[in-house]
């Protein structure tokens, strides 16, 4: 059975509504975009919005994070920003952002390979930074269970790491 979101739709039923009516006004589905296609320095075609909604859906119903890619990258960024300016006091200030980038990293890698690319334009930047205030480790902050860990996963944070 496939995954349902909140709605009760299956990702595959997401792109169909939208394919089906495509004139009609998707307020709902295409509230992030603009801040997305800012990121990105460029329009989403039709085919990359669907394709986007469809897999954001379907991380939705499986995990319950945001289903907006740009707000996802705007909290990474955000917390990047943060370790340079505080002092990271608790375990979960530092996991939870880890565990939301890897599924970033989950969704972008499925996305269309013009899409990704530009994605991972405006990742880089942002990774790079985390690189520069974090220091590799051999052990994973986070547990590795049933899926792929990220190097950003072997990485502590040069202030305030010492809780952790």
């Avoid at 800012?38 to 085919?47: D, G, K, T, Y």
């Amino acid at each position: 059975m496939a995954n349902k979101h909140r709605l009760g739709l299956t990702p595959d039923e997401v792109i169909a509504a939208l394919q089906k009516d495509p004139d009609r006004d998707h307020a709902e589905w295409w509230e992030e975009d603009a801040r997305l296609e800012a990121q990105l320095n460029r329009p989403l075609s039709v085919e990359e919005r669907l394709r986007l909604k469809g897999l954001l859906y379907g991380q939705l119903a499986t995990t319950g994070l945001p289903r907006k890619l740009g707000h996802r990258i705007e909290m990474w960024k955000r917390f990047v920003h943060d370790l340079a300016v505080v002092d990271v006091d608790e375990v979960t200030e530092y996991t939870h952002p880890l565990y939301q980038r890897s599924r970033l990293e989950t969704l972008v890698e499925q996305l269309p390979a013009p899409l990704k690319e530009d994605i991972r334009r405006v990742l880089d930047p942002i990774d790079n930074e985390f690189r520069s205030l974090t220091v590799a480790v051999e052990k994973p902050v986070l547990p590795g269970i049933n899926r792929t860990l990220g190097w950003w996963e072997y990485r502590l944070p040069l202030k305030g790491a010492t809780s952790l």
